[in-house]
């Protein structure tokens, strides 16, 4: 059974930086890409970054620059440091899996959320 695992989020000060993690366990042979996104009450989930297996990223405009994406193939774990943080970006951040291969079988997962909010 693959589980994805978020840490990392809670208050951060304005400008401050805050860094996600999202581990996957379980019998993993393999995994695609590995990512984040985040959500905004009322609004639709949206692309923040993307990393390959190789290490080859991809950032929405928004957060390009600001919020680098890093991966650990060992542990399978995939991190987003938040940096400068802007008005828009407190709110809830999910991180995605592309296809991972489990034996025979492979499927893309939702880690469960977390919360990112600034602290006046």
């Known amino acids: 059974q693959v589980q994805l695992v978020e840490s990392g989020g809670g208050l951060v000060q304005a400008g401050g930086p805050l860094r996600l993690s999202c581990a996957v366990s379980?019998?993993?042979?393999?995994?695609?890409?590995m990512g984040w996104y985040r959500q905004a009450p009322g609004k639709q989930r949206e692309f923040i970054a993307g990393?390959?297996?190789?290490?080859?990223?991809n950032y929405a405009d928004s957060v390009k620059g600001r919020f680098p994406i890093a991966r650990d193939n060992a542990s399978n774990t995939v991190y987003l440091q938040i940096n400068s943080l802007r008005p828009e970006d407190p709110t809830v951040y999910y991180c995605?899996?592309?296809?991972?291969?489990?034996?025979?079988?492979?499927?893309?997962?939702w880690g469960q959320g977390t919360q990112v909010t600034v602290s006046s």
């Open positions: 990393i390959s297996t190789g290490g080859s990223t």
């Open positions: 995605h899996t592309g296809r991972v291969q489990v034996g025979d079988r492979s499927m893309i997962y």
């Open positions: 379980g019998s993993i042979d393999s995994i695609e890409t």
